[in-house]
C-alpha cells in the first residue's frame, strides 16, 4: 500500500527511529505527528485516568495508560490515543507496550486532531474491532461513547452536564460527565 502522499510506506522502524518522546503515529504507512495539546485537552485526560484507574482498581477490572503510550493493532498501525483500557481478561496484550486491541480506546479533541479522531482514527479502531470508543470534546464538554458491532460504530451514547456516563467495558463505571471537564482544586 502506498501513502497519499506517493512515497513509499513508512514502517514501525521509521516510528521507532523517530525516538522516545516524540508525539507520532504510524496510519496507513504515513507517519503522524502532533503538537502537544493544551490545557483543556490535559484536563480532561487527567481527570478520566483518576477516575478510571480509581474504578478499575476498586473493582479489580484492569489496567488504565495514558498518552504516551503506543498501541500496535492488528493492521499494523501504531497509534498513541490519549487513553486506554485494558481488562484483567485482555491484560496478554500487554508487553513492552500494547500489543492488540484494548477494550476501551479514549481520543480527547483538540483542535488539530478533531476532524482525524473523528473520522480516520473511528474507521481505524473500528477496522481493529476495538470493542468502545470515546470521542471527549473539550469545547462541547461532552463524552460521546461508540460501541462496535459487525465493523463499525454505533453512538452507545453522548454525556454532558450532570449525565452519569456508562460503559460496556467497564461495568458498574458511575462518572459524571460534567466531572471529566471539572478543574480540581487541591
Known amino acids: 500500500m502506498v501513502p497519499a502522499t506517493g512515497h513509499p510506506p513508512k514502517t514501525v522502524e521509521d516510528l521507532l527511529a523517530l525516538g522516545e518522546g516524540v508525539r507520532a503515529e504510524l496510519v496507513a504507512g504515513e507517519i503522524v505527528m502532533t503538537p502537544a495539546p493544551g490545557l483543556p485537552h490535559q484536563r480532561a485526560?487527567?481527570?478520566?485516568?483518576?477516575?478510571?484507574?480509581?474504578?478499575?482498581?476498586?473493582?479489580?477490572?484492569?489496567e488504565v495508560f495514558v498518552a504516551p503510550v503506543d498501541v500496535?493493532?492488528?493492521?499494523?498501525?501504531?497509534v498513541e490515543p490519549d487513553l486506554v483500557f485494558v481488562s484483567s481478561a485482555r491484560r496478554e496484550i500487554l508487553k513492552d507496550q500494547?500489543?492488540?486491541?484494548?477494550?476501551?480506546?479514549?481520543?480527547?479533541?483538540?483542535?488539530?486532531?478533531?476532524?482525524?479522531?473523528?473520522?480516520?482514527?473511528?474507521?481505524?479502531?473500528?477496522?481493529?474491532?476495538?470493542?468502545?470508543?470515546?470521542?471527549?470534546?473539550?469545547?462541547?464538554?461532552?463524552?460521546?461513547v461508540l460501541r462496535h458491532a459487525r465493523g463499525s460504530y454505533s453512538r452507545a451514547g453522548l454525556y454532558g452536564g450532570e449525565d452519569s456516563l456508562v460503559s460496556a467495558c467497564m461495568q458498574g463505571l458511575v462518572l459524571s460527565a460534567a466531572a471529566v471537564f471539572t478543574r480540581r482544586l487541591g
Open 45 to 62: 485526560v487527567l481527570n478520566l485516568a483518576l477516575s478510571l484507574t480509581a474504578w478499575a482498581d476498586r473493582e479489580g477490572a484492569g
Open 98 to 144: 500494547v500489543r492488540g486491541v484494548p477494550d476501551v480506546v479514549v481520543e480527547v479533541l483538540s483542535p488539530s486532531n478533531a476532524a482525524r479522531d473523528r473520522s480516520l482514527k473511528r474507521a481505524l479502531y473500528a477496522c481493529n474491532g476495538v470493542p468502545e470508543y470515546w470521542i471527549v470534546d473539550p469545547v462541547g464538554r461532552t463524552v460521546e
Open 72 to 78: 500496535y493493532l492488528p493492521s499494523g498501525d501504531v
